[in-house]
């Protein structure tokens, strides 16, 4: 099992920052990738960014050069910076973690953290 606990959000004009932490407990040397996601309500998850099981990161289009994804493996903890923020980022974000375990991937979900962005 992995617990994740996401931190950071808030509401925040447009043009602002918001930095989310998501910290990992549990079986960590379980983990394959590790990313974030964000929901709108009446839509599906959709991905952000993540680090992939090379260790690089991806990003979706619409975040990429205002979006960074980065990791600090002593705490267990993935960050998103996120700057430039728009009234469309709007959305609960959510850590997750992926563990793969024979032919076998499992995906871990935190709770969820409300970001906002005003006009």
């Known amino acids: 099992q992995v617990h994740l606990v996401e931190s950071g959000g808030g509401l925040v004009q447009a043009g602002g920052s918001l930095r989310l932490s998501c910290v990992a407990s549990?079986?960590?040397?379980?983990?394959?990738?590790m990313g974030w996601y964000r929901r709108v309500p009446g839509n599906q998850r959709e991905l952000v960014a993540t680090?992939?099981?090379?260790?690089?990161?991806n990003y979706a289009d619409s975040v990429k050069g205002r979006f960074t994804i980065s990791r600090d493996n002593a705490k267990n903890t993935v960050y998103l910076q996120m700057n430039s923020l728009r009234p469309e980022d709007t959305a609960v974000y959510y850590c997750?973690?992926?563990?793969?375990?024979?032919?076998?991937?499992?995906?871990?979900w935190g709770q969820g953290t409300q970001v906002t962005v005003s006009s």
């Open positions: 549990g079986s960590i040397f379980r983990i394959n990738t």
């Open positions: 680090f992939t099981s090379g260790g690089n990161t």
């Open positions: 997750n973690a992926r563990t793969i375990i024979g032919l076998a991937e499992y995906d871990y």
